[in-house]
């Protein structure tokens, strides 16, 4: 028979730490009365591993702690050192090199970076140069700086001044000692010339146009290559201008000239072409008359019209006209358009509505007694607004046509009894 006996313990196996240090960066540089901040990270572990982290400058303990906070700690070349101790008492390690010393800085403080300028500004550059020392600040000697613009030497001191920069970017580099400071800047292009109206302009010649433009520098106007006025705003009199015209806006800024053109187009009257009805053209009373109109315009294209009869609107494009709703005699007609400018023109024409004849018989008169077999006298007047011809009047008895004319002498027998 065999025995066996065995034991159990539980035991916990830890990470190997990964430690890196966030703050200071190595090379980083530092004045005397600066305040340094110290700052360890994990790259691998946990924050529950660690039992102490402490700090040192060229070996010297300065502080402990994840995050640290030191100032006045030394001067010149330091070796910063982070020392981390686990749980199990294993130490990690992680050093930097950094430098505390009095070293001047150079800045630019006018312009700032990526700063915008007109052309032809006159641009400002402030330069200064400062050490930080555990006293304070002190300014040393600005006359020491100097100036590159686009990598050329333009200057030295604290301010100069930079003129007639072409468009676009440039770069500005102040160098005192072995310190080089940088900013760019952007010079614009000035705003070229331009009118602001539309391409073709059309006017009524007389008219006083009044013409707004814009653009940096000198502006001057031109009429077809003519001088003839200055500034953003022209007031152009038109009573000369009587065919297609070009005017030019022209802005001198500096050496850089732009020009900016608009035609000048007169307006014409519109014509109206008027096919029905003519002038003095006669109507029955009960006559459809056509009314065959249309006006056009060179620069508007076809026109809309009124109609006017004896000075009274009937309304838009018209096309016919019933006579009947007209008393007889002569009317006037109007047609009337408008372009878009306002130019007016009208025709008149003259109708004329022609009344019915009135005819008045004096012979026989009415009721009359007449000897049957001997003649009959017929006898007329007929009144009308024109003269009618004899053979225009007829004469008619029980409906049968016994002749023609203002007077006649009808010898037939007629029969006894009422006659019409």
């Not at 970076?113 to 007109?118: A, D």
């Not at 006159?122 to 686009?150: A, F, H, M, Q």
């Not at 059309?202 to 940096?216: A, M, R, S, W």
């Amino acid at each position: 028979m065999n025995n066996y006996a065995e034991a159990k313990v539980t035991f916990n196996v830890v990470e190997r730490l990964e430690i890196d240090i966030l703050s200071p960066e190595e090379d980083a540089h530092f004045n005397l009365n600066d305040s340094i901040r110290l700052k360890v990270g994990l790259l691998k572990g946990n924050w529950n591993q660690i039992k102490e982290i402490n700090w040192y400058f060229n070996g010297n303990k300065v502080a402990n702690g994840k995050d640290a906070l030191v100032s006045n700690v030394g001067e010149g070349d330091i070796v910063v050192k982070v020392e981390v101790i686990d749980i199990l008492d294993e130490v990690y390690t992680k050093e930097i090199n950094i430098n505390i010393s009095d070293k001047p800085v150079l800045e630019i403080l006018e312009p700032k970076n990526n700063s915008t300028f007109k052309y032809g500004d006159e641009i400002k550059v402030v330069g200064n140069v400062y050490l930080t020392t555990l006293e304070g600040r002190k300014t040393l000697d600005t006359n020491d700086i100097i100036w590159y613009l686009d990598g050329s030497e333009t200057g030295n001191g604290g301010v100069i001044f930079i003129e007639s920069l072409e468009p676009g970017d440039h770069t500005i580099q102040a160098e005192y000692k072995d310190l080089i400071s940088e900013i760019n800047i952007k010079v614009l292009e000035p705003a070229k010339a331009e009118i602001l109206e539309p391409e073709e302009l059309t006017f009524n010649p007389g008219d006083t146009l009044v013409i707004k433009g814009k653009g940096d520098g000198v502006l001057t106007w031109y009429l077809d290559g003519n001088e003839v006025g200055s500034g953003s705003i022209l007031n152009l009199d038109t009573k000369n201008i009587t065919s297609k015209s070009q005017l030019t806006l022209k802005a001198m800024f500096n050496d850089l000239e732009s020009e900016d053109s608009i035609t000048l187009l007169p307006n014409s009257k519109p014509t109206i072409s008027w096919d029905t009805p003519e002038n003095e053209e006669k109507f029955v009373s009960n006559a459809n008359i056509a009314v065959n109109v249309k006006v056009e315009d060179n620069e508007d294209g076809l026109l809309s019209y009124e109609l006017y009869v004896d000075g009274t609107k009937l309304g838009e494009n018209i096309d016919s006209l019933f006579a009947g709703s007209l008393t007889p005699g002569p009317h006037t007609l109007k047609v009337l358009a408008k372009d878009k400018l306002g130019v007016e023109v009208n025709e008149t024409r003259k109708i004329i509505i022609n009344q019915k004849p009135n005819p008045t018989i004096i012979s026989p008169q009415k009721g009359q007694e007449i000897t049957a077999g001997m003649s009959l006298i017929l006898e007329a007047i007929v009144k009308d607004d024109e003269p009618i011809s004899e053979d225009k009047i007829i004469w008619m008895i029980d409906g049968e046509q016994v002749g023609s004319g203002l007077k006649l002498e009808y010898t037939k027998i007629l029969p006894t009894g009422n006659i019409l």
